[in-house]
Protein backbone atom coordinates (compact mmCIF):
# COMPACT_ATOMS: atom_id res chain seq x y z
CA UNK A 1 0.00 0.00 0.00
CA UNK A 2 1.08 3.69 -0.86
CA UNK A 3 2.40 6.30 1.98
CA UNK A 4 -0.44 8.85 2.11
CA UNK A 5 1.63 12.13 0.93
CA UNK A 6 -0.01 13.87 4.11
CA UNK A 7 1.26 11.83 6.85
CA UNK A 8 3.70 13.06 8.97
CA UNK A 9 4.67 10.07 10.75
CA UNK A 10 8.01 10.21 12.18
CA UNK A 11 8.74 13.77 12.09
CA UNK A 12 8.67 16.41 14.35
CA UNK A 13 7.07 19.53 13.80
CA UNK A 14 7.80 22.91 15.91
CA UNK A 15 4.35 24.99 16.32
CA UNK A 16 5.36 28.50 17.40
CA UNK A 17 2.06 30.48 19.19
CA UNK A 18 1.04 27.21 19.46
CA UNK A 19 -0.70 28.10 22.86
CA UNK A 20 -3.27 31.27 21.79
CA UNK A 21 -6.39 28.93 20.85
CA UNK A 22 -6.52 29.74 16.90
CA UNK A 23 -4.49 29.04 14.49
CA UNK A 24 -1.66 27.79 16.06
CA UNK A 25 -3.65 25.71 18.18
CA UNK A 26 -4.99 24.28 15.25
CA UNK A 27 -2.36 23.59 13.57
CA UNK A 28 -0.44 21.51 16.04
CA UNK A 29 -3.93 19.46 16.19
CA UNK A 30 -3.95 18.63 12.59
CA UNK A 31 -0.17 18.00 12.40
CA UNK A 32 -0.39 15.90 15.36
CA UNK A 33 -3.56 14.06 14.07
CA UNK A 34 -1.53 13.59 10.53
CA UNK A 35 1.49 11.66 12.76
CA UNK A 36 4.21 14.06 13.80
CA UNK A 37 5.32 14.73 17.10
CA UNK A 38 4.56 18.65 17.82
CA UNK A 39 6.67 20.68 19.74
CA UNK A 40 3.98 23.22 21.00
CA UNK A 41 5.45 26.65 21.79
CA UNK A 42 4.14 29.88 23.58
CA UNK A 43 5.77 32.18 26.03
CA UNK A 44 2.85 31.53 28.59
CA UNK A 45 2.56 28.61 30.28
CA UNK A 46 -0.89 28.54 31.00
CA UNK A 47 -1.90 28.86 27.41
CA UNK A 48 -0.05 25.76 26.64
CA UNK A 49 -2.23 24.07 29.53
CA UNK A 50 -5.28 25.76 28.60
CA UNK A 51 -4.92 24.93 24.95
CA UNK A 52 -2.71 21.89 24.40
CA UNK A 53 -3.69 20.27 27.68
CA UNK A 54 -6.73 19.11 25.73
CA UNK A 55 -4.60 17.79 22.85
CA UNK A 56 -2.40 15.30 24.91
CA UNK A 57 -5.29 14.52 27.17
CA UNK A 58 -6.52 12.65 23.64
CA UNK A 59 -3.19 11.25 23.03
CA UNK A 60 -1.92 13.29 19.97
CA UNK A 61 2.20 13.59 20.51
CA UNK A 62 2.29 17.06 21.34
CA UNK A 63 4.94 18.20 23.71
CA UNK A 64 3.85 22.02 25.41
CA UNK A 65 7.73 24.25 25.36
CA UNK A 66 7.62 27.74 27.22
CA UNK A 67 9.71 30.05 24.99
CA UNK A 68 10.17 33.58 24.21
CA UNK A 69 11.06 33.08 20.58
CA UNK A 70 11.74 36.81 20.09
CA UNK A 71 14.44 36.15 22.52
CA UNK A 72 17.78 34.37 21.90
CA UNK A 73 17.59 31.91 24.80
CA UNK A 74 13.97 31.12 23.63
CA UNK A 75 15.06 30.06 20.65
CA UNK A 76 17.98 28.23 22.15
CA UNK A 77 15.19 26.72 24.45
CA UNK A 78 13.13 25.25 21.81
CA UNK A 79 15.94 23.59 19.72
CA UNK A 80 17.21 22.02 22.61
CA UNK A 81 13.84 20.49 23.68
CA UNK A 82 13.64 19.54 20.19
CA UNK A 83 17.19 17.48 20.19
CA UNK A 84 16.23 16.11 23.55
CA UNK A 85 13.10 14.58 21.33
CA UNK A 86 12.77 11.31 19.62
CA UNK A 87 12.26 11.30 15.85
CA UNK A 88 13.46 13.29 12.78
CA UNK A 89 13.10 17.16 12.83
CA UNK A 90 11.41 18.41 9.93
CA UNK A 91 8.66 21.78 10.04
CA UNK A 92 8.38 24.44 11.34
CA UNK A 93 5.52 26.75 11.69
CA UNK A 94 5.95 30.35 12.58
CA UNK A 95 2.57 31.73 13.73
CA UNK A 96 3.63 34.17 16.29
CA UNK A 97 2.13 37.27 15.15
CA UNK A 98 0.49 40.30 16.32
CA UNK A 99 -1.23 43.70 15.74
CA UNK A 100 -2.91 44.92 18.81
CA UNK A 101 -5.61 47.34 18.82
CA UNK A 102 -3.30 50.50 20.55
CA UNK A 103 -1.08 49.91 17.20
CA UNK A 104 -3.55 51.33 15.01
CA UNK A 105 -3.77 55.01 13.80
CA UNK A 106 -2.54 57.45 11.39
CA UNK A 107 1.15 56.61 10.14
CA UNK A 108 2.20 59.86 10.71
CA UNK A 109 1.76 59.20 14.56
CA UNK A 110 3.17 55.60 14.14
CA UNK A 111 6.25 55.81 17.03
CA UNK A 112 9.60 54.05 16.58
CA UNK A 113 9.12 51.69 19.92
CA UNK A 114 5.43 50.77 18.39
CA UNK A 115 6.86 50.54 14.92
CA UNK A 116 10.04 48.11 16.59
CA UNK A 117 7.81 46.22 18.48
CA UNK A 118 5.40 44.66 15.65
CA UNK A 119 8.83 44.06 13.39
CA UNK A 120 9.97 42.07 16.88
CA UNK A 121 6.60 40.52 17.25
CA UNK A 122 5.61 39.68 13.18
CA UNK A 123 9.22 39.59 11.67
CA UNK A 124 12.17 38.63 13.84
CA UNK A 125 10.20 35.94 15.58
CA UNK A 126 9.65 34.47 12.42
CA UNK A 127 13.56 34.40 11.32
CA UNK A 128 15.35 33.65 13.99
CA UNK A 129 12.90 30.87 14.89
CA UNK A 130 13.31 29.95 11.20
CA UNK A 131 17.35 30.10 10.82
CA UNK A 132 17.72 28.17 14.52
CA UNK A 133 15.72 24.92 12.29
CA UNK A 134 17.07 25.38 9.17
CA UNK A 135 20.83 25.60 10.25
CA UNK A 136 19.85 21.85 12.80
CA UNK A 137 18.42 20.27 9.52
CA UNK A 138 21.69 20.95 7.79
CA UNK A 139 23.66 20.02 10.67
CA UNK A 140 21.51 16.17 10.86
CA UNK A 141 21.47 16.13 6.54
CA UNK A 142 17.78 16.46 6.83
CA UNK A 143 15.23 18.07 3.91
CA UNK A 144 12.43 19.66 6.02
CA UNK A 145 9.61 22.63 4.67
CA UNK A 146 9.34 25.93 7.07
CA UNK A 147 5.89 27.47 6.85
CA UNK A 148 5.70 31.20 8.30
CA UNK A 149 2.35 33.23 8.27
CA UNK A 150 2.24 36.76 6.88
CA UNK A 151 -1.45 37.91 6.11
CA UNK A 152 -3.37 39.60 3.60
CA UNK A 153 -2.40 42.66 4.97
CA UNK A 154 1.25 42.12 3.79
CA UNK A 155 0.14 42.09 -0.32
CA UNK A 156 -1.38 45.27 -0.02
CA UNK A 157 -1.40 48.47 1.35
CA UNK A 158 -3.15 48.66 4.79
CA UNK A 159 -4.15 52.06 6.13
CA UNK A 160 -4.53 52.82 9.70
CA UNK A 161 -2.20 49.63 10.62
CA UNK A 162 1.40 50.46 8.97
CA UNK A 163 3.59 48.29 10.73
CA UNK A 164 1.80 45.61 11.01
CA UNK A 165 1.30 45.48 7.28
CA UNK A 166 4.93 46.36 6.65
CA UNK A 167 6.16 43.26 9.01
CA UNK A 168 4.16 40.71 6.98
CA UNK A 169 5.15 41.84 3.85
CA UNK A 170 8.11 41.23 5.20
CA UNK A 171 7.90 38.06 6.40
CA UNK A 172 7.64 37.40 2.33
CA UNK A 173 10.39 38.70 1.49
CA UNK A 174 12.11 36.81 4.13
CA UNK A 175 10.53 33.64 2.36
CA UNK A 176 11.54 34.32 -0.84
CA UNK A 177 15.20 34.77 0.22
CA UNK A 178 15.25 31.72 2.01
CA UNK A 179 14.01 29.47 -0.70
CA UNK A 180 16.46 30.16 -2.78
CA UNK A 181 19.17 29.79 -0.09
CA UNK A 182 18.37 27.08 1.36
CA UNK A 183 16.78 25.29 -1.64
CA UNK A 184 20.32 23.13 -2.05
CA UNK A 185 19.64 21.63 1.25
CA UNK A 186 16.11 20.01 0.11
CA UNK A 187 14.71 22.46 2.98
CA UNK A 188 11.71 24.15 1.94
CA UNK A 189 10.38 27.29 3.00
CA UNK A 190 7.10 28.86 1.99
CA UNK A 191 3.98 31.16 3.46
CA UNK A 192 0.73 31.36 4.33
CA UNK A 193 -1.40 34.72 3.90
CA UNK A 194 -4.72 34.34 6.03
CA UNK A 195 -7.57 36.67 5.61
CA UNK A 196 -10.54 37.29 8.60
CA UNK A 197 -10.64 33.92 10.79
CA UNK A 198 -12.85 33.24 12.98
CA UNK A 199 -10.54 33.16 16.27
CA UNK A 200 -9.91 33.92 19.94
CA UNK A 201 -7.31 36.26 18.56
CA UNK A 202 -9.66 38.05 16.34
CA UNK A 203 -10.12 41.73 16.45
CA UNK A 204 -13.24 41.88 14.28
CA UNK A 205 -16.59 40.99 15.67
CA UNK A 206 -19.11 38.92 13.77
CA UNK A 207 -20.82 40.92 11.36
CA UNK A 208 -22.92 38.88 9.19
CA UNK A 209 -24.14 41.71 6.86
CA UNK A 210 -20.54 43.11 6.63
CA UNK A 211 -18.86 40.32 6.30
CA UNK A 212 -21.11 39.68 2.99
CA UNK A 213 -20.37 43.42 1.77
CA UNK A 214 -16.41 42.48 2.09
CA UNK A 215 -15.57 38.81 1.20
CA UNK A 216 -16.83 37.70 -1.39
CA UNK A 217 -17.33 34.20 -0.25
CA UNK A 218 -19.99 36.29 2.10
CA UNK A 219 -18.14 34.90 5.53
CA UNK A 220 -14.95 34.74 7.79
CA UNK A 221 -13.02 31.78 7.22
CA UNK A 222 -12.63 28.64 9.69
CA UNK A 223 -8.93 28.36 11.36
CA UNK A 224 -9.09 24.65 9.89
CA UNK A 225 -9.62 26.35 6.66
CA UNK A 226 -6.17 27.72 7.23
CA UNK A 227 -4.49 24.93 8.80
CA UNK A 228 -5.37 22.16 6.21
CA UNK A 229 -3.38 24.97 3.87
CA UNK A 230 -0.59 24.86 6.36
CA UNK A 231 -0.14 20.82 6.60
CA UNK A 232 -0.15 20.65 3.26
CA UNK A 233 2.87 22.98 2.84
CA UNK A 234 4.86 20.82 5.88
CA UNK A 235 3.30 17.11 4.01
CA UNK A 236 5.03 15.64 0.89
CA UNK A 237 1.90 17.12 -1.32
CA UNK A 238 3.56 20.10 -1.94
CA UNK A 239 7.45 18.72 -2.43
CA UNK A 240 7.79 21.29 -5.39
CA UNK A 241 7.00 23.79 -3.80
CA UNK A 242 9.20 26.74 -2.35
CA UNK A 243 9.28 30.54 -1.84
CA UNK A 244 5.45 30.61 -2.24
CA UNK A 245 2.75 32.28 -0.26
CA UNK A 246 -0.67 30.48 -0.64
CA UNK A 247 -3.60 33.13 0.25
CA UNK A 248 -6.60 31.96 2.07
CA UNK A 249 -8.51 34.35 2.53
CA UNK A 250 -12.34 33.93 0.64
CA UNK A 251 -11.44 35.85 -2.05
CA UNK A 252 -11.03 39.21 -0.15
CA UNK A 253 -7.52 40.07 -1.73
CA UNK A 254 -9.50 39.76 -5.12
CA UNK A 255 -12.03 42.65 -4.34
CA UNK A 256 -11.10 46.04 -5.21
CA UNK A 257 -12.16 48.35 -2.88
CA UNK A 258 -14.59 50.60 -5.44
CA UNK A 259 -16.93 47.44 -5.94
CA UNK A 260 -20.33 47.28 -4.93
CA UNK A 261 -21.72 44.34 -3.26
CA UNK A 262 -22.21 42.61 -6.11
CA UNK A 263 -18.82 42.60 -7.34
CA UNK A 264 -19.19 45.09 -9.88
CA UNK A 265 -17.39 48.13 -10.68
CA UNK A 266 -19.14 51.43 -8.19
CA UNK A 267 -17.91 53.68 -10.85
CA UNK A 268 -20.16 52.06 -14.13
CA UNK A 269 -23.35 53.71 -13.32
CA UNK A 270 -25.12 53.13 -17.04
CA UNK A 271 -27.60 50.52 -15.92
CA UNK A 272 -27.62 48.85 -19.39
CA UNK A 273 -23.99 48.16 -19.51
CA UNK A 274 -24.20 46.89 -15.84
CA UNK A 275 -26.67 44.27 -16.51
CA UNK A 276 -24.53 43.21 -20.17
CA UNK A 277 -22.19 42.55 -17.45
CA UNK A 278 -24.13 40.22 -15.23
CA UNK A 279 -25.42 38.40 -18.16
CA UNK A 280 -29.13 39.72 -17.93
Not at 85 to 103: C, E, I, N, R, Y
Not at 147 to 176: F, M
Amino acid sequence: MKSNPLQLNGRIVIVSGAGGGGLGTTVSRMAAEAGATVIGVSRRQENLDQHLGPLIAEGLSVIPVTADIETDAGVATVMQRVRETKGDLHGLVTVVGAGAPQTWGPSTRMSRETWKGLFSQNLDSMFFMSQAVAAELQRQGRSGSLVAISSITGLGAHPYNIGYGAAKAAVLSVVRTLALELVSSNIRVNAVAPGAMVSPASLLPPNPELEHKAIPMGRKGDVREVAGTVLFLLSDMSSYMTGQCLTVDGGISLKWSHMREDNTPLLITNEGFLKMMKGE
